[in-house]
């Protein structure tokens, strides 16, 4: 390749990190540092167009550089703050986004701007006509989304040149999968990072606890700093639950290896790369089928879809999130379903017991979610680096 490509990241994550690197392993002698340094290891809840703002005029002094250099592509990895739109106007870009609303308002999903949002599709549209930028979605429902805003003569053909794609993210599997299936309990985990209500935390521990109470054997460890005091308080109380708060990736890694199945029961989240870390263990995932879910897992093939309640992509917009006006704490400590939450509860019950009861059938799940990310599988590094190839010579 005779050209240097300047990847940015500028919300740090490790999805996005992670593309970066598959970028890297892609053409090791033309990948350029990435920018801004990349120091923070999750930066997801912290304000995105804050940091923006305050990297906007030093990514402009960067720019004066860049458009002294023939033969540079731009790769902007995952979120792509507004405020920065401007790199794509002078130089050749590649937006690798894992969601429309991460190159509209940072990844928030509250007090939706329409308007607004159409105005930077036909910016990205313009920009791809002139062949300044190419842009892809992790999924084939995030590239709807982007268009759903347009009219037809403003796209027509983008698709149809690979200026306008779908690109799937990659992940580098593990050496080893982990050995799910073997122990006498069934070991779930779920990942909160922050989103108790919005990632379906309390689903999950309301079902787990009614399996528990009615002889499954059943364990749930739930990772999450800043969990609700009185759900924390519950789980504290019983001993089927194990409580972690803030982690190191490293001690994220060991767990994914200690256990049989990831629940991802979230109502909110646009993509879901927890889903692909466990895949990267061999660890089949209990989700709901919400947004993007049913192109990341593949129903009864190497996880289980349960039917969303809400499946609105944009709810909440008020700060009572989903499943808070059905799931409580009683005043006797114990957990009270609402019965117009009561039949996706059981649904979500019976998927965990199906993983517990059936172990040849979660073995068989875990397999062939490890086999999506090796190889030539669906999120492994060959597919990825196909579909980038071709994005880089258009």
Known sequence: MNMRIQPFMFQPHPAYRMQIEVLRRTWPEVVQPVYPVDRIEHARLVGGI????????????????????????????????????????????????????????????????????????????????????????????????????LVPDEWEGLFDSGRLCVLPPAIIPNAQPAAIGMGRSLRCLIIANGKFWLKGVPDAISAVHLLVREGAPIELTVVGSQLHPEWKAFLKRHSHFHLHGFITREELRALFLQHDVLLFPSHHDTYGWSILEAKSFGLPTIATDFYTRPEIIEHERDGLLVPDPFNNPFMPVVPIAYAAPYLRLSAQGDIVVHPLMSGYIDQLKAAIVRCHTQRESLMSLGRHAYSNVTGHGKFGLVARQAILSKLVSL
């Open 50 to 149: 804050t940091r923006a703002a305050m990297i906007k005029s030093a990514l402009q002094l960067q720019m004066q550089r860049w458009n002294t250099r023939d033969h540079e592509l731009g790769y902007v990895s995952g979120t792509f703050p507004p405020a920065l739109h401007f790199l794509a106007k002078s130089r050749r870009v590649h937006v690798d986004a894992d969601d429309p609303l991460s190159v509209y308002v940072c990844g928030g999903r509250d007090q939706l701007p329409g308007m607004r949002f159409r105005r930077y599709a036909t910016a990205f549209c313009d920009a791809m006509k002139n062949e300044t930028l190419t842009l892809s979605f992790w999924t084939l429902a995030q590239l709807k989304n982007f268009v759903a805003s």
